[in-house]
């Protein structure tokens, strides 16, 4: 009698010894998963569009300006940039990557040609995008970007919301805004 209790007993500490291993096993692995997922959210890649404009003049002159703030833990390299769905040659694409110190405008304003944006804005230097490679953005970095030439829009469109897409290697942002009448002075 005193043989078979001993078996049992021995078997109640082997049973909870496996329960106790695998719940260890378990809780590791559940802790292993969480770290892997946090570390891989925060290298994504996230850029937030504000300040989007499109206006149109009453000669039919359109163009768009928007700023682009990477909020992601990585940089980023803009691919291009469509309006209404047609790509923007990059001879007609215009940026200002703000430093920490710059101030940062509270709206941007329509400037008719690119030659003045650096006169209207007196603190920044507005680059032409020629090349793919002046359109990257570090992580916590913001651009202001102006599109001119939008040759696709014209004075029907005042008031018609259109979509600006940004694309990157990893993502498409996607924007839309209403078309704005400019009377140029």
Same mark, same amino acid.
């Given at each position: 009698?005193?043989?078979?209790?001993?078996?049992?007993?021995?078997?109640?500490?082997?049973?909870?010894?496996?329960?106790?291993?695998?719940?260890?096993?378990?809780?590791?692995?559940?802790?292993?998963?969480?770290?892997?997922?946090?570390?891989?959210?925060?290298?994504?890649?996230?850029?937030?569009?504000?300040?989007?404009?499109?206006?149109?003049?009453?000669?039919?002159?359109?163009?768009?300006?928007?700023?682009?703030?990477?909020?992601?833990?990585?940089?980023?390299?803009?691919?291009?940039?469509?309006?209404?769905?047609?790509?923007?040659?990059?001879?007609?694409?215009?940026?200002?990557?703000? &430093?920490?110190?710059?101030?940062?405008?509270?709206?941007?304003?329509?400037?008719?040609?690119?030659?003045?944006?650096?006169?209207?804005?007196?603190?920044? &230097?507005?680059?032409?995008?020629?090349?793919?490679?002046?359109?990257?953005?570090?992580?916590?970095?913001?651009?202001?970007?102006?599109?001119?030439?939008?040759?696709?829009?014209?004075?029907?469109?005042?008031?018609?919301?259109?979509?600006?897409?940004?694309?990157?290697?990893?993502?498409?942002?996607?924007?839309?805004?209403?078309? &704005?009448?400019?009377?140029?002075?």
């Amino acid at each position: 009698m005193k043989l078979l209790k001993n078996r049992k007993a021995l078997s109640t500490v082997i049973t909870t010894l496996i329960i106790l291993v695998v719940s260890v096993l378990l809780a590791t692995v559940v802790t292993f998963y969480a770290i892997n997922v946090t570390t891989t959210r925060v290298q994504e890649e996230s850029l937030q569009i504000t300040k989007m404009h499109v206006w149109c003049t009453n000669e039919g002159n359109a163009s768009a300006a928007f700023m682009i703030t990477n909020t992601g833990g990585r940089d980023t390299v803009i691919d291009k940039i469509t309006v209404r769905g047609r790509e923007s040659a990059l001879d007609n694409i215009f940026y200002w990557k703000l &430093e920490d110190d710059d101030t940062v405008p509270s709206d941007l304003e329509w400037v008719d040609d690119a030659p003045n944006l650096n006169d209207t804005y007196t603190d920044a &230097e507005f680059y032409s995008a020629s090349s793919l490679d002046a359109l990257t953005l570090r992580s916590g970095a913001r651009m202001v970007i102006y599109v001119y030439n939008l040759d696709h829009l014209s004075t029907s469109d005042i008031g018609i919301s259109i979509g600006v897409v940004v694309f990157t290697a990893n993502a498409q942002y996607h924007k839309e805004a209403n078309v &704005e009448a400019v009377i140029p002075s």
